[in-house]
């Protein structure tokens, strides 16, 4: 009987919505065994760069990998996932059940399920980023992961369903279709309005702060620069005045480069400083202070 | 070469911390392309008394803001030429230790002791 799948398996690709579809529209690359998820067809081709670990390879603990990664380089603790979404270690830990619900525990194995965010990539993400891919691991599959050796055949589906080919979102391959059919739902509706939150949370912290550490380092390497091609090109040559603004610029580049924050602060508060005085005097702050 | 030690050693240390340390790295290096540029025309100003290059006002925060647009054009492609060629630098530097002392006493070496010379024989 032909019924509407009940799974939004990959909710920011939008070929998940479509629940009448086989596979995303692409049988070539996907099949559908279960009825519930994609999972990568046997003959599709999987680059090398794109396995985890490589052809056989030592693997790694993807989960570790997240939360480790994410840890360190993320100050808002969030796990970011392949789409680019993200969501709070701790928010995770918090509403993710020690054992299923519904009265069906599968008994101690499954107590370690743990949740990668979810799965998928856009293509301009690299293939390293495909380590922090998505699937549900148990136990055995977790282990097999640590143990390494050779990558176990749902590995590399696993992994090939989560990377990225040819500039576009990728598949997510969920492991267990049962397990994913009663997770799904309620992970899809909190993950993706988690995500709203901590997408904000993301652009704020790290694309800002990336373009305001390229505005703070190119001011202060502007004014550093214009200080010493004044001070060895004019008429008066180099002066007292030179030495203080190049001092003052140089610690701020250092400051910016150590403690973007406070380097952005030093360095606006002493350009908007500079230029009031600048407008009232007639000179700059070292000026007033050498020679008033 | 002085160049890309320079610019690899920054990115080492400024990568820890900044959300952008190649920009950084790239700040420093053109940084210090400007005084081993402005040297010779320093040294030159200061035995022979010639002036080449052109100061674009007498007022020294105008001048300073006359020259910035030159220099963040240069601050542009020095970052994205470097930028380009990161891997071959990480490929040049790769199992050798970068931050080390004698490393680091090339780098602000070279940039320091131009800019202190050029200033002991400039100031008046």
């Known amino acids: 009987m032909l019924s509407k799948d009940p799974i939004v398996q990959a909710p920011a690709f939008s070929q998940s919505y479509n629940g009448y579809a086989y596979a995303w529209n692409n049988p070539l690359k996907y099949n559908d065994p279960s009825g519930y998820a994609n999972a990568l067809s046997q003959d599709a081709y999987i680059p090398y760069e794109d396995r985890r670990g490589g052809w056989g390879g030592p693997v790694y603990d993807p989960m570790s990998e997240v939360f480790s990664r994410s840890w360190s380089r993320n100050p808002h603790n969030t796990v970011t996932s392949l789409a680019g979404y993200s969501m709070s270690y701790n928010w995770i830990r918090a509403w993710w059940p020690s054992t299923p619900p519904d009265g069906d525990n599968p008994g101690p194995e499954s107590s370690n399920l743990l949740p990668t965010s979810h799965v998928g990539l856009f293509g301009l993400q690299s293939a390293y980023q495909a380590n922090l891919g998505v699937t549900f691991f148990n136990r055995p599959q977790r282990e097999a992961f640590a143990q390494g050796g050779g990558t176990p055949d749902w590995v590399n589906r696993t992994i090939g369903a989560t990377s990225a080919t040819n500039g576009y979102f990728q598949a997510g391959y969920l492991n267990d279709a049962k397990q994913t059919y009663k997770y799904a739902q309620r992970i899809n509706g909190k993950v993706r309005s988690a995500n709203t939150i901590t997408r904000a949370n993301r652009i704020s912290s790290l694309s800002s702060a990336k373009n305001l550490s390229r505005v703070g380092g190119g001011l202060t390497f502007l004014a550093a620069g214009a200080t010493v091609y004044d001070g060895l090109t004019g008429e008066a040559g180099w002066q007292n005045h030179h030495t203080a603004d190049l001092a003052v610029t140089g610690a701020i580049y250092l400051t910016a480069a150590s403690f973007p924050v406070v380097g952005w602060i030093a360095g606006g508060l002493y350009f908007a400083a500079d230029l009031t005085t600048q407008y009232y005097t007639g000179k700059s702050i070292t000026q007033n202070l050498f020679n008033p | ?124």
């Open chain 2, 1 to 124: 070469m002085i160049y890309k030690l320079t610019y690899y050693f920054i990115y080492l240390l400024a990568k820890k911390r900044n959300p952008d340390p190649l920009f950084y790295s790239a700040g420093v290096v053109a940084f210090m392309q400007l005084i081993h540029f402005l040297f010779p025309f320093v040294l030159v100003r200061a035995f022979f008394d010639i002036r080449i290059l052109p100061t674009f006002s007498d007022t020294y925060f105008i001048n300073k803001l006359m020259v910035m647009p030159f220099l963040l054009i240069w601050l542009i492609i020095v970052h994205w030429r470097y930028k380009k060629h990161l891997k071959e630098i990480e490929e040049k530097f790769s199992g050798k230790k970068v931050i080390t002392l004698r490393n680091g006493l090339i780098v602000f070496g070279s940039l320091i002791i131009p800019l202190v010379i050029s200033i002991l024989l400039l100031t008046n």
